[in-house]
């Protein structure tokens, strides 16, 4: 009955019978196999004499019957089918291509290896030259199914040429299928292990795309497809691509774009930069973090800032949030908008767990208010996520193994987070003279921003160059005063001599009582960092 079913003069019949004995071959001994896989094949070799319809028919069905069938043909009925399939990008009409095109993944995987380069890559490349749009379009989206079937290293070999053509098709289609698939195919498109020349071209093509695709809200799908793959692809890239292409382009999105896609790119964003390995970018980058967002006029973006620390939380050691991020984070827990606070709360749990060094106890303590003022807040909504968090006991982000890991490579990337830091002492006391923020024995930001209020600055402020010439010797006496301390001094008492009122005449404080050694090295090192600041 199958038989004369295929043999019937009807096309739609023919189509509906030969869709069902694929699916009938399973249950057939192996002899009854073989007559149907030998009875199909004639109809490969007929078919180009019959019309572009049964071309279209047999395309549609040949992937799977290649897959069910093609352990029982023969040399002969092999050939006829491989024949036919090679023939189709040229005998056969655009829905034969199309057909052709979806069912590439499963040709390939019943072809195997051995005829890939052959048969199927000739395909591809004819394919991707198609006159036809559609042809074009089907052929994107099968090509991540041809990448799981051949290998990334092959896939990078014979397939990057296609996927280049794709990323420049002038048929938005075509572009926007591609964006589609860039979770797969984003590493044969551009890798940092090829030529110098071929990484430019991809680059530019997946720039190009990322151009087109963003700042279109009717197209927030796709943004959102193109984020998650830059994300989960960003050890593929280049540095100087990271740097000059996708992170501008991600922070542009971060600063106009719906919610969803902008929580998407500050998350890519933040693994772009640990895939970065310029070190001073890293550093520029996340001081706009926390300008831009973190202490910006509008409460979006602020709460946008949540989602960036939890990007860094992810992406970078604890060590490297502390230096950076907390003392922003702490703020956005006394937000006044209570959305903002809400979602800052979910952070506590990291907050809390990267200030478990001794010297970080004042910054602790005040965490410890801060929670203690969101468990009695207003708002009912930030109560109960303040109590959600409060019963976190142990963050699951990253266990301590790999934090340290992380910490590790960041060395290799900044040698260590103090390199740019000026020595006002010998006894572990330094401040970064590009945001004031006090390292090493000192909890971070508290001091270098009580030395700033004590020379006259407004805590809050971003200090220019010019800020710095004009305030450095008052800063510089406030800071040498402050590292007068003997090795042994704590925290708590540093931060009550800079919150002490600061003298009209620096010059005269009095000094606690120390070495002549000790004295003279603080002197040296606070007119090093005044003569530092005036030629800034």
Known sequence: EMVELLNDEELLVRDAALGGAVKLSQYLPPARRKIMAKMIAEMCGKAEGKGADDVAMLSKHLGPVLHEMMAYMDSDALGASVTFLGRIPHAGGEEARRWCAYNLPGLCKACGMQRCDRVIVPLVEALASDAGVAVRQQLVLSLPGLIDQMGMDRARERLRGPLLRAAEDENEGVRRALVATLGVALPVLVTSWLPADEVQRGVACLGGLVARVTGDH????????????LKQHAQQLPTHAVTDVFVPALLRTMGASSPPVGRAAAHAACA????????????DTCRRFVTEWGRSQSFAKRLLFCEICWGMVESFSRNFFKCFFIDCAIEVLRDPVANVRRRACALLPEIKRSLRAQSDSVLFDGVSQAEQRLLKDADRDVRT?????SRVQESGVKSDSEDAELQKDEGTVHGTLDRRVITIT???HAIDMSDFVVKKAAPVGTIGKLAAGKAGLNKQQVLS???IAKKGTGLSHALAQAAQSS?????SKIVASLKAPASKTPSKIPAPRMTAATKAAAAASAAKYSNAAKKL
């Open 465 to 467: 160059s010019a800020d």
């Open 272 to 283: 772009l930069l640990r895939a970065c390995r310029n070190g001073n970018f890293r550093l």
């Open 487 to 491: 090795s042994t001094t704590t925290d």
């Open 218 to 229: 009717t197209r927030w799908r796709e943004e959102l497809e193109l984020m998650r793959a």
């Open 385 to 389: 996520a303040a109590e959600e968090a």
């Open 426 to 428: 010998q006894n572990g």
